[in-house]
């Protein structure tokens, strides 16, 4: 029996230990987990001083409530403005304001009626400012009248609560999002401090040339390449609508000059009546008898006119879009021999290109039109 006393002496010291282990923290324990925030009191130009301060005592424990260190010391916005000399809430100001409270984020907001009259609704709004960061975190707004707060007492501790619930999202998000840039940062940072990495035993990452320096091993991407073929493909294309548009031009000139066609036949008998041939020629030019055609009102002559319009028309889409094919082809195939170039000085001794050469020759002929690409390199 002589050890029974020790034994319930040790259980009797234990046993409260334990317990207090396991007894749940309680939230003056916890208040500190998120930092310290200040609630400065509510501005009031209105005049309700009492629902102001109603507000802003529960917002500070509704912080508390979210894990938030809150003083309840601070003075109103009203006062802070004249502590620091400012009137608005510009980023300045609300440094400044950070700076009077020592405080890295705080809570500040307005209360307003939406009327006139004391029954009348009222609005706060009320905002979480982080210094570090010099932005406004998150807005929070509400609405409610001087009834409710009579028919419910939890009226003001409710909304202070769902704001806080609001900013406190926000402000975890925000703090989490600074947090990966900064890991991002800080592994940017010990890569360049590290210098190259070290080559993997039977891999690519590089190439030790006989007497040199280790080298990366250029990319196998021959991004150039794609980007050259890409161009001379556009390039074909524009090439042809140019070819195409050169046939169509043609083709009206053929119309005028046998008649055929309905605007080739209008174009005919309008030239026959105003320019007929005179000792072997006529007496005005094409562009004279398109002038004077553009301002008939009769059919032969609007026939001649539009015939001129279509001729004019697509001859300038075939010089725009024969030479921009011509442009595009000629750089797509000068990427396609530098990426060669690039690809053969990757091998030791692997000989160059002694010459590139781009052909583009256009076809023409009744009823067909095209062009012809060669490339040699």
């Not at 030790?208 to 990366?216: D, F, L, M, Q, V």
Request: aromatic fraction near 4%; hydrophobic fraction near 40%; glycine fraction near 12%.
């Amino acid at each position: 029996m002589r050890w029974l006393v020790p034994a319930v002496f040790a259980c009797a010291l234990v046993l409260p230990t334990a317990a207090a282990a396991q007894t749940p923290t309680p939230p003056a324990a916890s208040a500190a987990r998120r930092g310290g925030l200040a609630v400065v009191g509510l501005r009031t130009p209105d005049g309700d001083v009492d629902v102001a301060g109603a507000l802003s005592a529960a917002l500070r424990d509704a912080a508390r409530a979210q894990g938030y260190e809150v003083p309840d010391n601070t003075p109103s916005f009203d006062q802070e403005f004249a502590m620091v000399g400012c009137s608005t809430t510009s980023p300045e100001c609300l440094s400044l304001i950070a700076s009077d409270l020592h405080a890295q984020k705080y809570l500040y907001g307005t209360l307003l009626r939406v009327g006139r009259g004391r029954e009348a609704p009222m609005s706060v709004e009320v905002s979480l400012w982080d210094d570090v960061t010099r932005r406004e975190v998150h807005r929070e707004a509400a609405t409610f009248t001087r009834a409710q707060m009579a028919s419910s007492p939890d009226t003001v501790r409710d909304i202070a609560r769902r704001m806080m619930e609001a900013l406190t999202t926000r402000d975890t998000a925000a703090q989490q999002d600074r947090l990966r840039l900064q890991q991002a940062e800080d592994a940017l940072r010990a890569r360049e401090a590290a210098g190259p990495t070290p080559p993997v035993l039977g891999g690519p990452a590089q190439q030790t040339p006989p007497g040199g320096t280790p080298r990366a091993t250029p990319s196998n991407g021959h991004v150039l390449r794609w980007v050259g073929v890409g161009l001379l493909g556009v390039g074909v294309i524009a090439g042809g609508i140019g070819v195409w548009q050169w046939a169509s031009s043609s083709g009206y000139g053929d119309d005028s000059l046998n008649g055929t066609g309905e605007l080739g036949g209008a174009w005919a008998r309008y030239d026959n009546r105003i320019n007929p041939v005179m000792s072997g020629a006529r007496a005005l030019s094409v562009d004279e008898v398109c002038t004077r055609a553009a301002s008939e009102s009769d059919a032969d002559g609007r026939g001649a006119a539009s015939l001129c319009d279509s001729h004019g028309t697509a001859q300038t889409m075939a010089i725009a879009f024969g030479v921009g094919g011509i442009v595009l082809a000629g750089l797509g195939a000068a990427l396609v021999v530098l990426d060669g170039m690039a690809s053969g000085s990757r091998e030791e001794g692997a000989p160059r290109p002694a010459q590139a050469r781009l052909q583009v020759a256009p076809v023409l002929a009744p009823g067909l039109g095209g062009v012809n690409v060669g490339l040699t390199f």
